[in-house]
């Protein structure tokens, strides 16, 4: 029985699926950690899905088709609230977060250690070679106000591991679409957190999500956990 399902929330992503899920694959062959694989489409308009049924009969992999773009943080939640295990891995389906680095994000969980582990790009052993020195600092940058909110280094990981219970749990809707943050935030005074240094790496296929509308949004998301953490201010 599988202790983790890998939730990849999915928008277009055609191009990637068959590179995503041979690797996934090949980690689920040497893993001491059996997990199972949870694709959560928004509504793609490519062949997105076709290519997630498609591996069905190869290996451990579902699909959970949504009627119309719930955004990451929905498709997230509502992977979740779908996930047969008690662990659940986040993650994208760019190939930017390395799937071989999933062991070592269920470690600390299985032994214990810790209720959530974050893919740091900003610890020691964490490396963006894809990335020039402007992006760096304007990355930098962008998660000086998310740690108002939490202790890590890297409030604004996309890809972590967490017990199924307190991502389910998390109350309200989480707007923006950094669910990491959502949860650090909600759950700061009890959370035990480690950081796992990950190679990341710029997507090869597809386009990227990144837009105006995706900044806003996480602005937005700063200003209602504003509200809620330090109301009055």
């Known amino acids: 029985m599988a202790i983790a399902t890998v939730i990849i929330p999915t928008l277009n992503e055609e191009e990637n699926i068959d590179n995503l899920l041979e690797r996934l694959v090949e980690v689920q062959r040497g893993n001491p950690f059996a997990f199972d694989i949870l694709f959560v489409d928004s509504a793609s308009e490519d062949e997105t899905q076709q290519k997630v049924l498609a591996w069905q009969k190869r290996a451990p992999v579902r699909l959970l088709a949504q009627k119309f773009n719930v955004g990451l943080a929905g498709a997230v939640m509502a992977g979740a609230r779908h996930a047969t295990a008690d662990l659940v891995v986040v993650m994208?389906?760019?190939?930017?977060?390395?799937?071989?680095?999933?062991?070592?994000?269920?470690?600390?969980?299985?032994?214990?250690?810790?209720?959530?582990?974050?893919?740091?790009?900003?610890?020691?052993?964490?490396?963006?070679?894809?990335?020039?020195?402007?992006?760096?600092?304007?990355?930098?940058?962008?998660?000086?106000?998310a740690r108002m909110f939490c202790d890590v280094k890297d409030p604004l990981s996309g890809f972590f591991a967490i017990e199924r219970d307190l991502l389910v749990s998390l109350p309200g809707t989480v707007p923006g679409f950094k669910i990491a943050l959502a949860l650090l935030a909600q759950y700061r005074k009890t959370i035990r957190v480690v950081e796992i240094p990950i190679v990341f790496c710029d997507r090869n296929c597809g386009s990227s999500k990144m837009s105006c509308s995706v900044v806003f949004a996480y602005l937005r998301q700063l200003v209602s956990l504003f509200a809620r953490h330090y109301p009055g201010r």
């Open 92 to 145: 994208d389906a760019d190939l930017s977060h390395p799937p071989e680095d999933i062991p070592r994000l269920l470690q600390p969980l299985v032994a214990g250690t810790s209720n959530m582990s974050l893919g740091s790009r900003y610890t020691a052993g964490s490396a963006m070679p894809d990335w020039p020195v402007g992006r760096k600092i304007k990355s930098r940058l962008a998660t000086i106000p």
